[in-house]
């Protein structure tokens, strides 16, 4: 049982690409997150999904784009990198009520 | 707004000690959960403890248990008999009840348990 994954686990990348960081889960819960963290600021909600089809913003989502069209992938991407958006991105799953559970993390850095 | 605080930003133990990690949270709602995860190097997050605010019993778990005050807004983490795997950054989060599954994080603490 693989749980929840993401991927790539590390990304380089230039200033304007657009990056796309994959969130898998198998459980079939129906929440999932997007989270940054960033030193002295814990993690940050980006955006969040209560289904396939539904989405909506969390704390700090100038930037990116999230789509969940199938209910185990929660794709996040980042139309045009910026600098800022050096961070590690965390993904989370859960069901309705009760504890999220979180992937491994994405180490990002934005050139 | 929902806001968690965690205080010291870091704390160091010797091994087979007891430590208490600090947490306060600000909100006006009744119906609410509180969690600890811990991120140990890997950057794995954990959850190590869940309190549900309308029970009154602090949980439990093994070695960590908490000290949850509702008045006071505060839920503390207490790690007994602390072992060198317990050498992690410790992140204090809130969630609303009723549907609304966003955590809320506190900053974090890191802990240092010496040999």
């Known amino acids: 049982d693989a749980g929840i994954t993401q991927s790539p686990r590390y990304k380089i990348t230039e200033t304007g690409r657009q990056v796309t960081l994959m969130c898998h889960q198998t459980?079939?819960?129906?929440?999932m997150f997007w989270y940054r963290q960033d030193l002295g600021h814990g993690l940050r909600l980006i955006y969040y999904?209560?289904?396939?089809?539904?989405?909506d913003k969390g704390e700090v989502p100038d930037g990116y784009v999230v789509s969940r069209s199938k209910t185990e992938n929660f794709p996040l991407t980042l139309e045009s990198a910026t600098r800022s958006q050096t961070s590690v991105y965390f993904c989370?799953?859960?069901?309705?009520?009760?504890?999220?559970?979180f992937g491994p993390g994405t180490r990002l850095l934005v050139l | 707004a929902q806001t968690v605080t965690q205080s010291q930003p870091e704390m160091s133990v010797q091994e087979a000690e007891t430590v208490t990690l600090s947490c306060t949270y600000d909100?006006?709602?009744?119906?609410?959960?509180l969690f600890w995860y811990k991120q140990p190097p890997s950057r794995q997050m954990i959850l190590v403890i869940r309190?549900?605010?309308?029970?009154?019993q602090n949980a439990t778990e093994n070695r960590f248990s908490v000290n949850f005050q509702k008045a006071a807004k505060s839920f503390s983490l207490k790690i007994s008999d602390s072992q060198l795997g317990d050498t992690a950054m410790y992140f204090c989060?809130?969630?609303?009840?009723?549907?609304?599954?966003?955590?809320?994080f506190g900053k974090g603490m890191k802990l240092t348990v010496n040999p």
């Open positions: 459980w079939s819960h129906s929440y």
């Open positions: 909100t006006s709602e009744n119906n609410y959960y």
């Open positions: 989370a799953s859960s069901r309705l009520a009760e504890t999220q559970y």
């Open positions: 999904s209560a289904a396939a089809d539904i989405t």
């Open positions: 989060a809130f969630r609303i009840g009723g549907g609304s599954e966003k955590l809320v």
């Open positions: 309190q549900e605010a309308y029970k009154q």
